[in-house]
């Protein structure tokens, strides 16, 4: 068992920046892909962000390339999102999750399928 706990979120004007953690529990954080989704209010789960085991691959969303970074420390069994430059549209609330399927890691979080969920931070940008 994993357990994900999010802190991080906040209220921030426009232009503004914010860090998100991700602390895990267990001692099998580094078997897994660590990545982000967000949801706002009325639309669907998106992806944002993933990283792999290893920490040497990432992949991000076009809507948040360039403005975000995703890191994990291993020996923390923690997993960070960097959010620069925010948007008003980058308002939702924030979910860590986890997975072992790196390939299908984005379909697998946008049907609720990752092995483990976080149980999300608001992040809520001004204009």
């Known amino acids: 068992q994993v357990q994900l706990v999010e802190s991080g979120g906040g209220l921030v004007q426009a232009g503004g920046s914010l860090r998100l953690s991700c602390a895990a529990s267990?001692?099998?954080?580094?078997?897994?892909?660590m990545g982000w989704f967000r949801q706002a209010l009325g639309k669907e789960r998106e992806f944002v962000a993933v990283?792999?085991?290893?920490?040497?691959?990432?992949s991000y969303a076009d809507s948040v390339k360039g403005r975000f970074t995703i890191s994990r420390d291993n020996a923390k069994n923690t997993v960070y999102l960097q959010m620069n430059s925010l948007k008003p549209e980058d308002t939702a609330v924030y979910y860590c999750?986890?997975?072992?399927?790196?390939?299908?890691?984005?379909?697998?979080?946008?049907?609720?399928?990752?092995?483990?969920w976080g149980q999300g931070t608001q992040v809520t940008v001004s204009s």
């Open positions: 999750n986890a997975d072992r399927d790196y390939v299908n890691y984005i379909i697998r979080g946008q049907r609720g399928q990752s092995d483990y």
């Open positions: 267990g001692r099998t954080f580094s078997s897994y892909h």
């Open positions: 990283i792999s085991r290893s920490g040497l691959s990432t």
